[in-house]
């Protein structure tokens, strides 16, 4: 199935923030509920010790991605603290203080917008993008893996979509979901209830967002061959390929990136997987 570089509602910069805001606390409700990441942390774990840093920079974070949940396996693999700073272009500033307060001290966030593209150069650490990766065409997809590699900085990309019929139909379900979970999500709005029970237009963004999402999710094969067109991408290490879920036949696309004198640190095996 080709990728098609299609548009998320999520994206457009006139979707009324309530709304954009519900579909993220969805997607963060449900990927922490369900630990979407588990089968992943592990490996991000050991690529976070391999640095031997504390601090992570999570990008495009939606309202929290998995790291409510993350953190605590990832201190307990890497045997010590760590710390996450939310960031994102269009931050969703309640639900980044509902994690810092819930968290504390685990959780800080930026209150300004920042590009993945360009990360101010005072937020250093392991950077992390979660489900939305996809969001960028090949171009500025590769701008990213360009900016880490330039400032010196590790990263992964971790996806839980893939361009699979399975998860396409799951999309399909998702408006059922959105409306039973709706009230249990953090934090509560009011705003929210109404874009879901009077107005459904969240229920039927996240449908939507979800499908497009799935077709536009890059393969191992096509983040290769992005990482490829980086300059300076042969001094990191690059690991890339699929941690599939139990029993299922689809999984945690990823692809992460440690610079070479930090990934000699450790032996663990840090090149590309098909």
């Known amino acids: 199935m080709k990728r098609l570089q299609l548009f998320e509602l999520e994206d457009l910069r006139w979707l009324p923030g309530s709304i954009r805001n519900g579909i993220t606390d969805f997607l963060h409700f449900a990927v922490v509920r369900s630990e979407l990441y588990k089968v992943f942390s592990g490996r991000l774990a ?20 998995p790291w409510a949940s993350l953190h605590r396996t990832i201190a307990e693999t890497t045997q010590g603290g760590i710390q996450v700073r939310l960031t994102d272009f269009y931050p969703n500033l309640a639900a980044f203080e509902a994690l810092a307060n819930a968290h504390a001290p685990v959780f800080d966030f930026s209150t300004h917008p920042v590009s993945a593209l360009d990360v101010p ?16 065409a090949p171009a500025q997809a590769a701008g990213i893996l360009s900016d880490a ?9 971790a996806e839980s979509t893939q361009r699979h019929p399975l998860l396409i139909a799951y999309m399909l379900l998702t408006p ?3 409306l ?18 009077v107005v459904p ?8 967002d979800g499908i497009v999402s799935c077709l536009r999710t890059y393969t191992p094969k096509e983040l290769m061959g992005l990482v490829n067109t980086v300059p300076g991408h042969e001094s990191y290490d690059w690991q890339v390929g699929i941690d599939r879920l139990k029993g299922l036949p689809v999984g945690v696309t990823y692809l992460i990136g440690l610079p070479r004198s930090a990934a000699a640190l450790a032996p663990a095996n840090a090149s590309a997987v098909a």
């Open 121 to 136: 150069k005072d937020l250093t650490g392991f950077r992390t993008l979660f489900s939305s990766f996809h969001h960028f």
């Open 201 to 208: 237009a969240i229920p039927l963004a996240v449908m939507f």
């Open 149 to 157: 590699v330039h400032k010196r900085q590790g990263i992964a990309i």
């Open 46 to 65: 050991r690529s976070i010790g391999q640095l031997r840093s504390a601090r992570v920079v999570d990008l495009c974070s939606g309202a929290g991605g």
């Open 180 to 197: 039973l979970t709706s009230p249990f999500q953090a934090p509560f709005r009011w705003s929210r209830l109404f874009w879901t029970y």
């Open 176 to 178: 059922g979901i959105v």
